[in-house]
C-alpha cells in the first residue's frame, strides 16, 4: 500500500486571530504526514502576512488566493482539491474547528491502513463542539453511533440520511477515488453543500462509507451557517427533496429534531 497522506483545507477570510489554535494543534499530531492549504477569499494585510509567515515557518502549510471562478466557502473547498494528490485523503476544516487530540490524526490514517482493501469512498470520525471564547465544549456530532469502526453500504448511507442523520463534514475524511470529480460540491448551496453532497453520493451503488467512533475535530460553534439560518434551512429542504422526492419533509423534520435533542 502507497504512502498515505492527510491533506486539511482551510477558507479563511480575516480569521487569523483563530488559525493559531488550528495550527498548534497539527503540529502536535503523533502523525506527521500531513499538509495545511489554506484558501484565502480576499483578506486583509495582516491576515495574508500570518499566512505568509507561517508557510515560511512550516513546509507542510501554504496558502493561495481563492479564483474568481470558485464562489464562497465551498468553492474555496473545491479549488482546494486541486491541489491534492493522488494519495492524499482530504479534510475541509473552518479556521476555528482544530484537532481534538494528538492522535486525531493517527486514528484517521491507521483505520485508513485497516480498511483500505474495502475501498471506502469516505472515512466519517465524530467531532465535538466548542466556543472559541470560553474553550468550553458542548455537544457530540456524530453520524452513526457505533462502538467499533463500521463499514456500510449506499443503501444503508441513504437509509440514514433519510430518518434524519447527517456526517459531520469536518469529521469527514474523502478519499482520492471520492475527489476524482474535482468539484465534489455544489457551489449554488452556499451553506448546505455538505449534505447535497451527502444525499447525491448515497445514490452510488459503489459508495462505501468507513465510520470511526472517534472524536477526531473540535469543530467552532461560530461557523457561517449558524448566522444564515433561514437560508440554510431551505437549502437543506432543497437538497432533501432532489433526493427523496415528496418523502422529503420527513427526513428534514427528522435532521432538526435530531439537533435539538441533542441540546438537552
Same mark, same amino acid.
Given at each position: 500500500?502507497?504512502?498515505?497522506?492527510?491533506?486539511?483545507? #482551510?477558507?479563511?477570510?480575516?480569521?487569523?486571530?483563530?488559525?493559531?489554535?488550528?495550527?498548534?494543534?497539527? %503540529?502536535?499530531?503523533?502523525?506527521?504526514?500531513?499538509?495545511?492549504?489554506?484558501?484565502?477569499?480576499?483578506?486583509?494585510?495582516?491576515?495574508?502576512?500570518?499566512? &505568509?509567515?507561517?508557510?515560511?515557518?512550516?513546509?507542510?502549510?501554504?496558502? #493561495?488566493?481563492?479564483?474568481?471562478?470558485?464562489?464562497?466557502? /465551498?468553492?474555496?473547498?473545491?479549488?482546494?482539491?486541486?491541489?491534492? %494528490?493522488?494519495?492524499?485523503?482530504?479534510?475541509?476544516?473552518?479556521?476555528?474547528?482544530?484537532?481534538?487530540?494528538?492522535?486525531?490524526?493517527?486514528?484517521?490514517?491507521?483505520?485508513?491502513?485497516? &480498511?483500505? %482493501?474495502?475501498?471506502?469512498?469516505?472515512?466519517?470520525?465524530?467531532?465535538? /463542539?466548542?466556543?472559541?471564547?470560553?474553550?468550553?465544549?458542548?455537544?457530540?456530532?456524530?453520524?452513526?453511533?457505533?462502538?467499533?469502526?463500521?463499514?456500510?453500504?449506499?443503501?444503508?448511507?441513504?437509509?440514514?440520511?433519510?430518518?434524519?442523520?447527517?456526517?459531520?463534514?469536518?469529521?469527514?475524511?474523502?478519499?482520492?477515488?471520492?475527489?476524482?470529480?474535482?468539484?465534489?460540491?455544489?457551489?449554488? /448551496?452556499?451553506?448546505?453543500?455538505?449534505?447535497?453532497?451527502?444525499?447525491?453520493?448515497?445514490?452510488?451503488?459503489?459508495? %462505501?462509507?468507513?465510520?470511526?467512533?472517534?472524536?477526531? #475535530?473540535?469543530?467552532?460553534?461560530?461557523?457561517?451557517?449558524?448566522?444564515?439560518?433561514?437560508?440554510?434551512?431551505?437549502? #437543506?429542504?432543497?437538497?432533501? /427533496?432532489?433526493?427523496?422526492?415528496?418523502?422529503?419533509?420527513?427526513?428534514?423534520?427528522?435532521?432538526?429534531?435530531?439537533?435539538?435533542?441533542?441540546?438537552?
Amino acid at each position: 500500500m502507497k504512502e498515505i497522506n492527510l491533506l486539511i483545507i #482551510v477558507p479563511t477570510l480575516n480569521s487569523y486571530k483563530l488559525l493559531n489554535e488550528l495550527i498548534k494543534s497539527l %503540529k502536535k499530531q503523533t502523525f506527521k504526514n500531513w499538509k495545511l492549504l489554506f484558501i484565502d477569499g480576499g483578506s486583509n494585510f495582516k491576515h495574508i502576512e500570518f499566512l &505568509k509567515e507561517n508557510s515560511n515557518k512550516d513546509e507542510r502549510i501554504s496558502w #493561495v488566493k481563492q479564483k474568481k471562478e470558485y464562489k464562497g466557502i /465551498y468553492g474555496a473547498m473545491n479549488q482546494g482539491i486541486l491541489y491534492s %494528490k493522488k494519495n492524499d485523503w482530504v479534510l475541509f476544516w473552518g479556521s476555528d474547528d482544530k484537532a481534538a487530540s494528538k492522535n486525531s490524526l493517527h486514528w484517521i490514517c491507521e483505520t485508513i491502513k485497516k &480498511k483500505n %482493501k474495502l475501498r471506502p469512498y469516505l472515512l466519517v470520525s465524530n467531532g465535538r /463542539y466548542f466556543n472559541n471564547d470560553t474553550f468550553i465544549t458542548s455537544r457530540d456530532s456524530f453520524f452513526l453511533n457505533n462502538k467499533i469502526t463500521k463499514i456500510i453500504n449506499n443503501k444503508y448511507f441513504a437509509f440514514l440520511l433519510f430518518v434524519g442523520y447527517s456526517p459531520p463534514h469536518q469529521g469527514t475524511i474523502f478519499s482520492p477515488e471520492a475527489l476524482l470529480d474535482k468539484r465534489i460540491f455544489d457551489e449554488n /448551496y452556499d451553506i448546505a453543500a455538505d449534505i447535497k453532497y451527502f444525499l447525491r453520493l448515497s445514490s452510488k451503488k459503489e459508495a %462505501k462509507i468507513c465510520c470511526l467512533n472517534k472524536i477526531t #475535530v473540535l469543530i467552532g460553534n461560530g461557523g457561517f451557517s449558524s448566522i444564515y439560518t433561514k437560508r440554510k434551512i431551505k437549502q #437543506v429542504l432543497k437538497a432533501y /427533496y432532489l433526493r427523496f422526492g415528496f418523502l422529503s419533509l420527513i427526513p428534514f423534520l427528522l435532521r432538526y429534531f435530531r439537533k435539538l435533542m441533542t441540546l438537552f
